[in-house]
Each structure stands twice: as C-alpha cells, then as structure tokens.
C-alpha cells in the first residue's frame, strides 16, 4: 500500500500526508501537493506533472538537507532557461528582462529552502540547512526516496527527496 506505517512509530498529519517520525514517509502526490502551495504562493501559478521528465544533465540544481527524525536533502533541478523563468517571474522582472546569475541562483535557493522548510514541517521538525546551487550539473545518479517530474511555462523540473545515506552533490 502507498500508505505504511512502522509499528510504534509516532505519526503526523500533514496536508493529507501521514507522515512517521521514525521514517520517512511521504508520497509523490504529497509532494506535488506541498509543491503546489509553494507554487501558487512565490509564483501565482500552478506547475504540471510529467510522468518522464528528461535527464538533468547541464542542469541547475538546488538543494538543502534535512537533519532530525528524518534526515536527506531536497532538491530542484531545472534546465538553465527554466531557472532564468523562475527567477524572472519570483522576483517580477519586466518581460524581456532577464535575471542575472545571482538572482537565478537567489531564486533557486529560495524555492528549494521553502520547499525543504514544507517538507520538514510535515517531518515533524528537525534541522533545515541552508540552500546550495550548482550550475551545469551533473546528473544525479543515487536513488531517491520520492522523485516528482514537472512542467512550467513549457519547462521541465525535477524534485527530488533523498536519503541522507546518499550525501549531497553539490
């Protein structure tokens, strides 16, 4: 079943999540849901799901860990032009205004920081690191725990939550 729970565990509620404090135990349509929320509040719009979202190879990757109960990282992976939208439209720039590389990567951090500060919360608490971004990266090649394809402004992303076990990239 899509929802378990370890024997003895303490468990939350969390936007329709069950979440154990012993593991981690969210799904990928909590994911979406919590990334909806983050969407509609820094962006006013909606991200859609793809079910195979294309490699992440050259990509900009952001990503901040988790420690506590729980403890892994979170990213959000985009190509470069995804990430130059991203911050174009969270910091409201004129059309045809680009974002400089420092506010894209200022961007990026924010949405991967509210995104791990949601997921968290749903944890039940713990420790939020603070946000790293690797331009150009490279693909990630551990497995992760939860891994949700999108679509915005004809652009592809990928969230992922992975294990501590498996470290940070950047």
Not at 31 to 49: I, Y
Not at 54 to 75: H, N, Q
């Amino acid at each position: 079943s899509a929802r378990t729970q370890s024997r003895g565990a303490r468990v939350r509620r969390c936007g329709g999540a069950t979440v154990s404090v012993a593991a981690f135990m969210l799904r990928v349509d909590d994911l979406r849901a919590l990334v909806d929320q983050v969407w509609q509040t820094l962006l006013n719009d909606l991200p859609a799901p793809i079910v195979d979202p294309p490699g992440e190879s050259g990509w900009t990757r952001a990503e901040v860990t988790i420690s506590g109960g729980w403890s892994g990282t979170v990213r959000v992976s985009c190509p470069p032009s995804a990430a130059r939208q991203l911050a174009a439209a969270m910091l409201d720039l004129e059309a045809g205004t680009a974002a400089d590389e420092d506010e894209v990567n200022d961007a990026l951090a924010k949405l991967a920081n509210v995104i791990g500060g949601n997921v968290k919360g749903c944890l039940g608490g713990g420790t939020l690191g603070l946000p790293t971004v690797l331009a150009d990266a490279p693909a990630v090649t551990e497995p992760a725990l939860l891994r949700c394809g999108l679509a915005w402004r004809g652009e592809p992303l990928v969230l992922e939550i992975v294990n501590a076990e498996f470290g940070t990239t950047s």
